[in-house]
């Protein structure tokens, strides 16, 4: 179980966070917009560097995914083609992360979460996740986008084709994931 305590190592190296430790706080130097650079920083270390990054919410959003990779539930999908991502290597990290309607939903309705970060990091760890795990607890399918962000080259439009991709990806497999994409909503921070 993860708490207010626990630091970065030992997120780093729980087995059920090594596929998705790189979208906690996804950028392109890959240290969590300087956040996951010291391994020994808590999660309430993390709340203290960033007052308004709630310790307590980053404990239920890292809680619920633990639950989900307990029961073995996909959890990361790649938005784009294995094609596509070797046409274009920035595609890569346009993942969309799981957390599906608690269970007896099969009618829940789907939403699709885009933390911020000013275009320079996605900081799913403090908005998207907590978030996308109380949705979840009301009914609600929700898939937290890790999208493109600055780097090399010019950014936009790229944000608003991965949540167009995000999209087509979810209705294309609409009744592999068990979702319905009729009457989806976006959300952003």
Same mark, same amino acid.
């Given at each position: 179980?993860?708490?207010?305590?626990?630091?970065?190592?030992?997120?780093?190296?729980?087995?059920?966070?090594?596929?998705?430790?790189?979208?906690?706080?996804?950028?392109?130097?890959?240290?969590?917009? #300087?956040?996951?650079?010291?391994?020994?920083?808590?999660?309430?270390?993390?709340?203290?560097?960033?007052?308004?990054?709630?310790?307590?919410?980053?404990?239920?959003?890292?809680?619920?995914?633990?639950?989900?990779?307990?029961?073995?539930?996909?959890?990361?999908?790649?938005?784009?083609?294995?094609?596509?991502?070797?046409?274009?290597?920035?595609?890569?990290?346009?993942?969309?992360?799981?957390?599906?309607?608690?269970? #007896?939903?099969?009618?829940?309705?789907?939403?699709?979460?885009?933390?911020?970060?000013?275009?320079?990091?996605?900081?799913?760890?403090?908005?998207?996740?907590?978030?996308?795990?109380?949705?979840?607890?009301?009914?609600?399918?929700?898939?937290?986008?890790?999208?493109?962000?600055?780097?090399?080259?010019?950014?936009?439009?790229?944000?608003?084709?991965?949540?167009?991709?995000?999209?087509?990806?979810?209705?294309?497999?609409?009744?592999?994931?068990?979702?319905?994409?009729?009457?989806?909503?976006?959300? #952003?921070?």
């Amino acid at each position: 179980m993860i708490t207010e305590a626990t630091s970065l190592k030992e997120l780093k190296m729980h087995p059920a966070m090594k596929e998705i430790w790189p979208y906690l706080i996804y950028n392109n130097a890959g240290d969590g917009a #300087g956040n996951l650079k010291d391994d020994n920083l808590s999660l309430s270390g993390i709340q203290q560097k960033n007052p308004t990054w709630n310790a307590s919410d980053m404990v239920y959003g890292l809680n619920t995914i633990l639950n989900l990779a307990e029961a073995r539930k996909p959890f990361l999908y790649s938005v784009y083609s294995e094609k596509e991502r070797a046409e274009d290597s920035e595609k890569e990290c346009v993942k969309l992360m799981f957390f599906p309607a608690k269970e #007896g939903k099969e009618d829940a309705k789907t939403a699709i979460l885009a933390a911020g970060g000013g275009y320079g990091a996605v900081c799913s760890l403090c908005e998207a996740f907590p978030v996308a795990a109380k949705m979840r607890e009301l009914g609600i399918h929700v898939f937290c986008l890790n999208y493109r962000v600055a780097g090399k080259g010019a950014l936009f439009p790229k944000p608003m084709e991965d949540m167009a991709a995000a999209y087509a990806f979810l209705k294309k497999n609409e009744k592999e994931l068990g979702i319905c994409m009729k009457d989806y909503a976006a959300g #952003g921070f």
